[in-house]
């Protein structure tokens, strides 16, 4: 009677966890993992469910309270960045103490060399930082002074966001589920007489503690994530770009510009052409086609009439 117990017991956990589906598995990437194990010395303290407590309520970021209890948003806001300065290096520099004052600290950097058509050896720099979300903005104003001419030097500029509330929510409500069964299957262990019914109960356990294991680390992975927000920024050197000079005259730039005019020459033709074939043609169609036709067709009919006359004259 105890053994059917027990047998009852861990097929109806069975059946509770059967529905309860695997959440999705993410793959970390560089970024990702820094997020995860290279956090600055002064880690935020974890609360008694795991989840990081802020030490001040942020200005635009998420709270640190369940995502499902008060309706908060958590959003993942990163940015791209590509500009022009004169020395890549110390940019780099720049914006890795900038990043390391506002609390957050550098995920990759890279300073290389490239040759130019002109055979000038010039430095180029990529670097990734992460920062406080609610600092993004004056983060971004930061690296943008860096340039000389925000109107010409800043190449490319990118922020996106992602509202990841609805997945935190699914994976809380997974986790409690979850927990609670291993909570359930603890108990029914410590009932447990027969060995084989302890090694069943025991590998069980073992799938539902790996199972909570990863959705711990995905809930984790997204709060990281909407708290740091992550800005990459390509810098370009000056001088890769500078025209060549010589005497005041700028053979470069004024090749740009015959080649443009060049450009749109051609494309002025092809334009044309276009107009020309969709437009133009079926115009002229509908309106000399039906003139056609009645000619063509006065034409024979005037044909056989001249034919039926000649026979009646001989």
Same mark, same amino acid.
């Given at each position: 009677?105890?053994?059917?117990?027990?047998?009852?017991?861990?097929?109806?956990?069975?059946?509770?966890?059967?529905?309860?589906?695997?959440?999705?598995?993410? +793959?970390?990437?560089?970024? /990702?993992? =820094?997020?995860?194990?290279?956090? @600055?010395? $002064? #880690?935020?303290?974890?609360? &008694?469910?795991?989840?990081?407590?802020?030490?001040?309520?942020?200005?635009?970021?998420?709270?640190?309270?369940?995502?499902?209890?008060?309706?908060?948003?958590? +959003?993942?806001?990163?940015? /791209?960045? =590509?500009?022009?300065?004169?020395? @890549?290096? $110390? #940019?780099?520099?720049?914006? &890795?103490?900038?990043?390391?004052?506002?609390?957050?600290?550098?995920?990759?950097?890279?300073?290389?060399?490239?040759t130019t058509s002109q055979g000038l050896e010039v430095p180029n720099a990529n670097i990734t930082v992460r920062v406080p979300a609610e600092k993004l903005?004056? #983060?971004?104003?930061?690296?943008?002074?860096?340039?000389?001419?925000?109107?010409?030097?800043?190449?490319?500029?990118?922020?996106?966001?992602?509202?990841?509330?609805?997945?935190?929510?699914?994976?809380?409500?997974?986790?409690?589920?979850?927990?609670?069964?291993?909570?359930?299957?603890?108990?029914?262990?410590?009932?447990?007489?027969?060995?084989?019914?302890?090694?069943?109960?025991?590998?069980?356990?073992?799938?539902?503690?790996?199972?909570?294991?990863?959705?711990?680390?995905?809930?984790?992975?997204?709060?990281?994530?909407?708290?740091?927000?992550?800005?990459?920024?390509?810098?370009?050197?000056?001088?890769?770009?500078?025209?060549?000079?010589?005497?005041?005259?700028?053979?470069?730039?004024?090749?740009?510009?015959?080649?443009?005019?060049?450009?749109?020459?051609?494309?002025?033709?092809?334009?044309?052409?276009?107009?020309?074939?969709?437009?133009?043609?079926?115009?002229?169609?509908?309106?000399?086609?039906?003139?056609?036709?009645?000619?063509?067709?006065?034409?024979?009919?005037?044909?056989?009439?001249?034919?039926?006359?000649?026979?009646?004259?001989?």
């Amino acid at each position: 009677m105890r053994n059917s117990k027990f047998w009852i017991g861990l097929l109806s956990l069975s059946i509770m966890l059967s529905s309860c589906a695997m959440a999705p598995s993410y +793959v970390e990437s560089q970024e /990702d993992k =820094a997020v995860m194990g290279m956090m @600055p010395a $002064e #880690a935020p303290r974890m609360d &008694a469910e795991g989840f990081f407590m802020e030490e001040a309520a942020m200005e635009g970021g998420f709270s640190t309270s369940s995502a499902s209890g008060n309706g908060e948003r958590i +959003v993942i806001k990163n940015a /791209d960045l =590509a500009i022009i300065v004169t020395d @890549p290096s $110390e #940019a780099m520099e720049t914006i &890795a103490k900038m990043a390391e004052g506002m609390g957050g600290f550098v995920v990759y950097s890279n300073l290389y060399k490239t040759t130019t058509s002109q055979g000038l050896e010039v430095p180029n720099a990529n670097i990734t930082v992460r920062v406080p979300a609610e600092k993004l903005e004056s #983060a971004l104003a930061q690296i943008k002074g860096l340039v000389a001419d925000a109107r010409t030097d800043i190449i490319n500029e990118n922020v996106s966001g992602e509202d990841v509330t609805s997945q935190v929510t699914d994976l809380e409500s997974r986790l409690r589920n979850l927990e609670a069964a291993e909570t359930q299957l603890l108990e029914i262990m410590e009932n447990a007489d027969e060995t084989e019914d302890v090694i069943s109960v025991f590998r069980e356990l073992t799938n539902v503690r790996g199972e909570i294991e990863v959705i711990e680390g995905q809930i984790k992975y997204y709060r990281e994530s909407a708290r740091l927000s992550a800005i990459s920024v390509y810098l370009q050197a000056k001088a890769a770009v500078e025209p060549i000079t010589i005497g005041g005259w700028q053979p470069g730039v004024e090749a740009q510009r015959a080649i443009q005019a060049l450009i749109n020459g051609g494309q002025a033709i092809v334009n044309a052409l276009i107009w020309l074939v969709l437009f133009a043609v079926p115009i002229l169609a509908l309106i000399f086609l039906p003139i056609f036709l009645i000619v063509r067709a006065i034409r024979k009919r005037r044909a056989k009439k001249a034919g039926e006359e000649k026979p009646a004259k001989q």
